[in-house]
């Protein structure tokens, strides 16, 4: 039998060593590791700056959107401590809220929200097409009468005088005499 010695070596020696043929292929193998593990960090780290700035963007109309919310609560509590001191308020002049610690209040006095925000509430009278009852607007050319137990309440939040952004929301609704 003729037995020949098998190397453990996977490719054939060149100069007599595995090593020196494949001496260099591990720093090479670990560079190009480092670089795809820099590359995934520097992406991650891009990933989380613009989401924190878009957070950070979206966090001023977040709390907007929360105060038109409570502007509306507020109204809402207003109209249910009693129609006549509702409806009393002059439509059409901006009102800003503020809470006394007992119950909210309308004053014509800005009253800055968080240093930041303004809010105003406008009050307006409601007109009813004669035909079907439907709302309709003041200088509808439709024969209308004034709907004594229904006000439109105008919500606004605004940020004035910013220099980064321009913060502007409204919301719209009708309230009733719902208990008088």
């Known amino acids: 039998m003729n037995y020949q010695r098998k190397t453990s070596a996977p490719f054939p020696m060149v100069h007599g060593s595995w090593f ?50 409570e502007g509306v609560e507020a109204a809402v509590l207003i109209r249910d401590d009693g129609w006549n001191v509702f409806a009393s308020l002059a439509t059409g002049t901006p009102y800003h809220l503020y809470w006394n610690g007992a119950m909210w209040n309308t004053t014509t006095t800005p009253v800055a929200v968080d240093g930041v925000f303004e809010r105003t509430v406008i009050f307006d009278d409601v007109y009813r097409r004669n035909s079907d009852d439907d709302i309709v607007g003041q200088t509808s050319g439709d024969p209308k009468s004034l709907d004594a137990e229904t006000k439109r309440v105008s919500v606004r939040v605004f940020v004035e005088n910013s220099a980064t952004t321009t913060l502007d929301k409204r919301m719209v609704t009708y309230l009733t005499n719902l208990f008088e």
């Open 20 to 69: 020196m043929v494949h001496r260099g292929v591990s720093l090479v193998e670990i560079i190009i590791g480092a670089a795809l593990i820099l590359l995934s960090l520097t992406g991650l780290t891009a990933a989380y700056s613009f989401y924190l700035k878009v957070g950070l963007k979206n966090t001023n109309a977040l709390k907007a959107a929360f105060l038109l919310q």
